[in-house]
């Protein structure tokens, strides 16, 4: 990709403060028309304060942001959309309740003397989701009945509604499987041939291999490095620059279970009515196992079941040869189980309250003398928990909310290390969080593993599956469909049989 | 408090957010905007009505004017820190206060003890707070629609018990504690005093108050931490009834009356001087001392008007622009702290 | 029994005065609704300094708003009187702390129309017991030692007034049909008036043939009337005890064209009063609940703190409870009370 097109878009020297931060401290970048700009940087390195400076919800304090050559200065969402640059979030900014094609038009409604033109956005709905190749989404579906993955084509079709010329994408695989990441990434190339060029954001360091065209990495708010080819540029190199430091995106070493160790955790033919039947596993002391499926399989159903936060139809969970009480998340917790949850923010936070407290939170009554709490013991235990973790920034009495996702799963993880737990359940333990703190949660789980923690890991990532687990447990439509030794069964096997049935 | 009232820090490396904005950044700075605010209400009440205002009986009359409401807002700041509303407060009042006054209570109390016009007040007031609790966190209504329905089935109750009759207590030993006085402060604020520090302690210093700000803060989470999340939303609206309880008894003491008139509106001065306190209306954060601030601001605001012969509907428009600035200060900070 | 009989002698005397006080004058009122009654005897001459609080329940009937009204235009008559009003609330919590503030500022005396009479005796006592003198308006204190004077208004005595009228209307006819809207039912001052009403029929041989119950607002008045209308195909008379709700009556007699019957109004408003002067609509008289009570109160406070009587009196003092007359208006005498009368 050596063209000499002028770019489309330019950033030169942007810096963006906040009161006590510099999020952005001099950025510089090229968009060109038709390419897929890949942005890589670990959390907080300033990736959401540069698409909401480019997307026009935050104003540059210094340097110049040029659109086709023009300086200009986005002051809303508004004018950089009616400009033609549109930003799809993470979490998706659609309205549940309105039609797509309300949602599509929303804030330009298509109208005449006052009464919307509702037949006329339909019409126009149905051809920009053709252009996505997606005419199988209808435009008077409620958006909130959307799976995620065509929640983000709306989002899209929003963006292309306004003549979009340059989409910002933040991290659009998170919420999908490998079957519409590839969708997806067909829309993707579609719209660069039509000359659309796309800002990605990605910590996946395959999908920028299969669809970038050129990566910018930033760290601590500043370009390190630009216009590198993204297919070329090697990966230890990239994580050299995001890191500062050499990291060896590696999975530690582990010494195989011992065999007379005791199980810890049994289920046996545990089922939650449609959604999973017939689950027998049991985890050992000191054993990691591993449930490898697609998004929807009932691979988090189990873990939630296991944890008695769903309701169950049939079967048992024992720990420590002691049957839980059915569908109550107390009870196991008392039994010593814990679970980091898949959604990190809605589900396993107080994202607003001091770390010392998120950690506590499992464990109050062991601070506390007839219900008074002992504030100074809380703080001292967390912060020996998170100066062992390498939490940063340190400091227990920061809202969680100012952590990156590494270590706020840190701060989850110190809850159960706190709690001195017997069985430990993670479900999707690394999503959202960058390369250099994905390798110290390995060490960790690791290192919980070989003190007799009897681990369950749950991940859409297989390469993670297989290198994190002993056993592996691959499920699908509900059933465990293989059970296994993790060092007999390889990426593809796993993929074949997560897939199986499934690819028609 | 003591972060600020240290005397001048150097400046130091580690301190980038001086000034105003860290102050106020701060849950104290908080705190002191709000003892600047009542502050300048007692200067202009001074200005305005001189000795009338700062007047120790004065005082006094904003104490005891206080006192009811504030103990339904101390209530409140723990359903509301636990991330519910209740507007059915007022009515519960006035259920307790009419329950606790029927013929067959006070015949009751007269023949054993006049405590048992309180713990009537105060078993009728947990009740409603349990049924409030158990409608919201077992039948899965929504609070705001749970504790409306109580709002009108509480007071209908209590007019049925007193056929809209006002009942007056003729029980010696109930008026003669409540018209007491230790070492000249009354009764009614000794109680208000009481319920403000045990409403602290427990939010503060108990697991039962971290796990409200827990349950307030993100009810899955904590959920998912282990917290039963349903119990302790039943016991949260358990203990605010409790607080309506207590109010009921001060009102009935202080008018010598049960009525199913009695606490009209309070749902809405509670849950103002609660949100004024800096208390966020979506839960997980809360504060007692604010509160307290909250109820006395509004309070002497009364006082200061009724002082100077102004008028309820000017006061009711200073009290809504009060509310608003309470607010967009509250949403600026949570800006800050945000981003 | 022999309490009552002397309220009644009070009552009547203390009207007459208003009357004689009226009698005479040009009827044409100036422009608002200032108040003209009242008589100007020697108790008017300017004495020592009197400083009266007052507290009234919210303003939210046009009756109560003009209790508050009328006090503060009977204040400003006097030189010697300096008046301290606070805003009507209905929260006794908030009435309790007024008086208190009252008290605080040792004013020499309170007029005061509780929300609830009960509930606001401890700290009328207690402003007693302060030296206050306190001045007790239409809703009464559970005790007789938390005022000095009480100034009431005579509920049965209306229901009496309005039945008396429609004997003198229907003589006659004993087949008339009479029909009644009446206040909010629980209420005692409601059960009062009806009684009066029915007892007053019953003299003259009429029933209540209807009967209807509406809340005191104009959108209760026009929901129970149109349900009476429908019931009661044919009327002919009518007796609404409150005209503000009378407002909503009138709209629904309007909304279903019937105009065969006559109708008495309640509480004597402005509005109604008009109307039977210009007799032009379906009023053809209104019973007075007068709103001038808290005026009265006003001038009582004033008359007790300064140690003088009631002029036309013989009793050195001002007595303990005045019980007012609850006079019909007809076209015939209507100019006579409209000055006095409530804008709804």
Redesign the interface.
């Known amino acids: 990709m050596t063209t000499t097109t002028a770019p489309l878009l330019s950033v030169r020297g942007v810096v963006k403060r906040f009161p006590g931060v510099t999020a952005l401290g001099g950025v510089d970048f090229d968009v060109r028309a038709g390419e897929v700009h890949c942005l890589l940087g670990q959390n907080g390195a300033g990736k959401s304060t540069l698409i909401k400076v480019l997307a026009g919800a935050h104003r540059p304090d210094e340097g110049e942001i040029r659109w086709q050559g023009e300086v200009v200065s986005f002051d809303n969402p508004t004018a950089a959309m009616s400009s033609g640059v549109a930003a799809i979030y993470q979490e998706l900014d659609l309205v549940a309740g309105l039609s797509v094609a309300d949602n599509v038009f929303l804030g330009h409604e298509l109208s005449k003397a006052g009464f919307t033109r509702r037949a006329e956005a339909h019409r126009r709905t149905k051809a920009l989701l053709d252009r996505l190749g997606h005419p199988d989404i209808p435009p008077d579906r409620d958006v909130g009945r959307l799976s995620a993955a065509n929640q983000q084509i709306v989002s899209m079709a929003r963006a292309l509604s306004r003549d979009g010329r340059l989409l910002i994408m933040d991290e659009p695989s998170a919420v999908l499987d490998q079957d519409e990441v590839r969708t997806l990434f067909r829309v993707i190339r579609e719209l660069t041939a039509q000359g659309v060029a796309i800002v990605y954001i990605s910590h996946r360091m395959e999908e920028i291999r299969e669809i970038g065209d050129r990566v910018t990495v930033l760290k601590d708010g500043r370009t390190v490095a630009t216009g590198l080819p993204a297919r070329e540029t090697r990966t230890a190199d990239l994580i050299r620059l995001m890191t500062g430091r050499d990291v060896e995106y590696a999975f530690p070493p582990r010494d195989p279970v011992d065999p007379a160790a005791p199980e810890v955790l049994v289920v046996r033919g545990l089922a939650a009515g449609e959604r999973f039947s017939g689950v027998d596993f049991t985890v050992r002391a000191g054993e990691v196992v591993g449930l490898a499926g697609l998004v929807g399989s009932g691979r988090s159903e189990i873990l939630e079941a296991v944890y008695g936060a769903r309701r169950t139809t049939a079967g048992t969970v024992e720990v420590d040869g002691k049957r839980l009480r059915r569908g109550n998340v107390g009870a196991a917790v008392r039994a010593g189980v814990g679970l980091c949850p898949e959604e990190r923010k809605s589900q396993g936070l107080l994202l607003d309250q001091a770390v010392y407290r998120n950690i506590t939170v499992s464990t109050l009554s062991a601070f506390s003398r007839f219900g008074f709490l002992d504030n100074g013991a809380e703080r001292a235990r967390s912060q020996e928990l998170t100066t062992a973790l390498d939490v940063r920034p340190p400091g227990v009495d920061r809202a969680v909310r100012t952590l990156s996702g590494g270590n706020q799963q840190k701060v989850v993880l110190a809850r159960w290390l706190l709690r001195e737990c017997r069985v430990l359940l993670l479900d999707e333990p690394t999503r959202g969080v960058d390369v250099g703190a994905r390798s110290e949660i390995y060490e960790l789980i690791r290192d919980l593993s070989v003190r007799g923690v009897a681990v369950v890991v749950v991940s859409s990532e297989v390469e993670e599956v297989l290198g994190l687990a002993d056993r592996v447990l691959v499920v699908r439509e509900g059933r465990v469909v293989h059970e296994g030794p993790a060092r007999e069964i390889d990426e593809s096997r796993v993929l074949d049989l997560v897939m199986e049935g499934t690819a028609a | 408090m003591s972060e600020n009232t240290t005397a001048v820090r150097p400046p130091t490396a580690e301190q980038p957010q001086r000034g105003v904005s860290a102050l106020l950044g701060s849950a104290a700075g908080r705190n002191t905007g709000l003892v600047v605010a009542l502050v300048l209400l007692c200067v202009v009440g001074v200005i305005t009505a001189g000795d009338?205002f700062a007047?120790v009986?004065?005082v006094l009359?904003?104490l005891?004017?206080a006192a009811?409401?504030g103990v339904v807002s101390v209530g409140m700041t723990f359903v509301i820190t636990g991330g519910g509303i209740d507007l059915s407060v007022g009515a519960i009042v006035a259920l307790s206060s009419v329950w606790a006054t029927t013929l067959a209570t006070q015949a009751m109390a007269n023949d054993a003890h006049w405590l048992v016009i309180v713990f009537a007040a105060l078993a009728v007031g947990a009740g409603c707070g349990v049924i409030n609790g158990v409608l919201i966190a077992y039948g899965r209504i929504v609070a705001f629609i749970a504790t409306l329905a109580m709002l009108a089935a509480a007071r209908g109750l209590a007019?049925i018990i007193s056929?809209?009759?006002?009942?007056?207590v003729n029980v010696p030993g109930f008026?003669a504690f409540f018209d007491a006085s230790v070492l000249g402060v009354p009764v009614l604020v000794v109680i208000f005093a009481l319920v403000a520090v045990v409403g602290w302690v427990v939010l503060n210093r108990t697991t039962f108050g971290r796990r409200t700000f827990a349950v307030g803060g993100n009810p899955e989470a904590a959920r998912l931490a282990g917290i039963d999340v349903r119990r302790h939303t039943v016991l949260l609206y358990t203990l605010l009834g409790v607080c309506c309880g207590i109010a009921a008894v001060m009102?009935v003491a202080?008018?010598?009356?049960g009525?199913s008139?009695?606490g009209?509106?309070y749902e809405l001065d509670a849950i103002a001087a609660v949100v004024i306190g800096g208390t966020l209306l979506s839960g997980g954060r809360g504060t007692i001392a604010g509160t307290v601030f909250g109820v006395l601001i509004f309070?002497t605001l009364?006082?200061v008007?009724?002082?100077n012969?102004?008028?309820?509907?000017a006061?009711a428009v200073a009290k809504g622009a009060i509310i608003v600035v309470a607010v967009l200060l509250q949403q600026r900070l949570a800006r800050r702290s945000g981003a | 029994m022999s309490r009552k009989a002397t309220t009644r002698l009070v009552a009547a005397l203390s009207v007459g005065l208003v009357l004689t006080a009226c009698t005479g004058n040009t009827p044409e009122p100036a422009a608002g609704t200032g108040n003209q009654g009242g008589a100007r005897v020697a108790n008017d001459e300017p004495g020592e300094k009197v400083v009266i609080g007052f507290s009234a329940p919210?303003a939210d009937h046009g009756w109560m708003a003009a209790i508050t009204n009328a006090a503060k235009a009977e204040a400003e008559k006097y030189s010697d009187v300096e008046l301290?009003?606070?805003?009507?609330?209905?929260?006794?919590?908030?009435q309790?702390?007024?008086v208190?503030?009252f008290?605080?500022?040792k004013v020499d005396a309170i007029v005061l129309l509780p929300?609830?009479?009960?509930?606001?005796?401890?700290v009328a006592l207690k402003a007693m017991k302060a030296g206050i003198t306190v001045i007790n308006v239409d809703r009464e204190f559970?005790s007789p030692f938390a005022a000095r004077s009480t100034v009431l208004g005579d509920n049965y005595g209306m229901g009496v007034s309005a039945g008396t009228y429609v004997c003198d209307q229907l003589k006659g006819k004993s087949d008339a049909v009479v029909a009644e809207i009446a206040g909010i039912d629980?209420?005692?001052l409601t059960q009062d008036r009806s009684k009066g009403f029915a007892d007053a029929l019953g003299d003259c041989g009429l029933k209540v043939n209807n009967r209807v119950a509406a809340e005191f607002t104009v959108e209760s008045g026009e929901r129970a009337a149109a349900n009476l209308l429908q019931a009661a195909p044919r009327i002919d008379a009518l007796w609404n005890h409150d005209d503000d709700q009378g407002v909503g009556v009138t709209a629904a007699i309007k909304n279903s064209g019937r105009s065969e019957f006559f109708m008495v109004g309640g509480a004597g408003s402005a509005n109604v009063m008009r109307e039977i002067k210009a007799g032009n609509g379906l009023h053809k008289a209104t019973v007075v609940y007068p709103s001038t009570q808290g005026a009265d109160g006003i001038r009582l406070a004033r008359l007790a703190v300064q140690g003088k009587s009631l002029g036309d009196l013989v009793e050195v003092e001002v007595p303990r409870q005045v019980e007012l007359f609850a006079p019909v208006v007809t076209k015939d005498n209507v100019d006579r009370y409209l000055p006095t009368a409530f804008e709804s």
Do not use: C, M, W
């Open positions: 009338r007047d009986d004065n009359t904003i005891r004017l009811v409401i007019e056929n809209r009759k006002t009942q007056i008026t009102l202080r008018t010598t009356t009525s008139t009695h009209g509106l309070t009364s006082n008007f009724t002082l012969n102004l008028s309820i509907s006061q | 919210a301290k009003v606070v805003e009507g609330t209905n929260d006794v919590n908030l309790i702390s007024q208190e503030t008290i605080n500022d929300f609830d009479g009960a509930a606001l005796t401890p559970g629980s209420l005692p």
